[in-house]
Each structure stands twice: as C-alpha cells, then as structure tokens.
C-alpha cells in the first residue's frame, strides 16, 4: 500500500491528452512538500520527468505538465506519442514518516 | 556529468549476505545525499534509506531499518547496500540515485539497477 496514491493504468490514443492523478494526505502534498514526477520506460530506471512546479529536465517535452491542488497533484500529457508509452510515479516528502514517499505507479497505454 | 553506476546482477541463496555498490562521479560524493530505492517485480518504487558520505549521516525507511544496512567509502566514491542474512523476498531491482532538485526532494539521476535475485 503506497502512501501515494495513483490509479493503476491510464489509456489514450495517439495525439490525446492524459492526466494521471496522485492523492496523498496532509502530512506529505498537503503539507506543502514539492510532487516530483517520474517516467519509468520498459527495462529502464525511473527518470525525473518533472520537479515541483513544472520544472522539466533538459530534454522534457513541454507537452508534460504537472499542477497540485490541496492534498492531490496530477500530471498531464498532452499529444499522446506511442514513445509515452511507461511507468509514471509521484513523489514527495512526508512529515509523519520522515521519509520520501512514492506513488504506487500508474501504466500508461498508448492505444 | 553526474552519473551513477552499479554493480551487476547477483544471484545468491536464502541466508547468504550481500553486498551492492553505487559509484558516483561528476559531481561532489561527499556532499551530496544518496538514496537506495527498491522495485520487487512488477511492482512500484520503495525508498530504503539515504546517506550523506561525509559523515555518513543515514536514515532508513521505518520498512526497511534493521533489514539492511548502507554505508559509504569516500575514498572511492562508492555507496553500498549490505544484507546479512537475504531472504526470498529481497529478490529486487536495487537503484540508487542522488537527492536533487530546489527543495533537495526528489532524486536525480538514478543508477542503472541491480537486479537481486535470491532462491529459497
């Protein structure tokens, strides 16, 4: 049980829009603490794909966005391209557990 | 560039030991926080634990403390993750990566990996 919680699969077709929703608690996203975004591609590491407000590594196309609101942070991927298709995670500190903390990841199908 | 790289692949029994290894390079090693994150198969990312290897300041997830240690040799640049006694359930893949970003948060780069594979 992640204490980051993401939905366990997404799906769109190519040149779509997808958001993946991440929920966490007053103790981590709602206590302020940045969301950090990354992308897992097949028989890769993770990648950070987007750090705090929508800070994107060299390399990140901006058709990758992320925004929070309260407890809950999304991420956003518009002009859905086959190469989108991977493993998406958030991240984030927490307060209670003095620890980082992910997501539980969602896969994302490009149909 | 800052780059990170693991040892190989491990394929141990129950009860063995292990030790894996991270080496830093292109950037300050004694300066900067680095994490070991676990992936059981098919499964999501774990945050193990994280050291500081100038003094070797560590702190372990509550789920992982006890279970395995991290230490750091700044001679050569080299972070470890060490079981002493490995069970089946440990057969993972191990990244580790440094604590980057503004808020010193997220983690970035990562390490390719070392898949831990462990018979009962």
């Known amino acids: 049980q992640s204490v980051l919680t993401q939905p366990p699969s997404v799906s769109g077709a190519p040149g779509q829009r997808v958001t993946i929703s991440c929920a966490g608690t007053?103790?981590?996203?709602?206590?302020?603490?940045?969301v950090h975004w990354y992308q897992q591609l097949p028989g890769a590491a993770p990648k950070l794909l987007i750090s705090g407000y929508n800070n994107r590594p060299s390399g990140v196309p901006d058709r990758f966005s992320a925004s929070r609101s309260g407890t809950s942070a999304s991420l956003a991927i518009t002009g859905l391209q086959a190469e989108d298709e991977a493993d998406y995670y958030c991240q984030s500190y927490d307060s209670s557990l003095s620890g980082w903390v992910f997501g539980g990841g969602t896969a994302l199908t490009v149909l | 560039e800052v780059q990170l790289v693991q040892s190989g692949a491990e394929v141990k029994k129950s009860g063995e030991s292990l030790k894996i290894s991270c080496q830093g390079s292109?950037?300050?090693?004694?300066?900067?926080?680095i994490a070991w994150v676990r992936q059981m198969p098919g499964k999501g990312l774990e945050w193990m634990g994280i050291i500081y290897p100038g003094d070797s300041d560590t702190t372990y997830s509550p789920s992982f403390q006890g279970q395995v240690t991290i230490s750091a040799d700044k001679s050569t640049s080299t972070v470890y993750l060490h079981w002493n006694s490995l069970k089946a359930s440990d057969t993972a893949m191990y990244y580790c990566a440094t604590r980057s970003c503004s808020d010193l948060n997220c983690f970035d780069p990562w390490g390719q990996g070392t898949l831990v594979t462990v018979s009962s």
């Open positions: 007053a103790s981590n996203i709602g206590a302020a603490y940045d």
């Open positions: 292109g950037f300050s090693f004694t300066r900067t926080w």
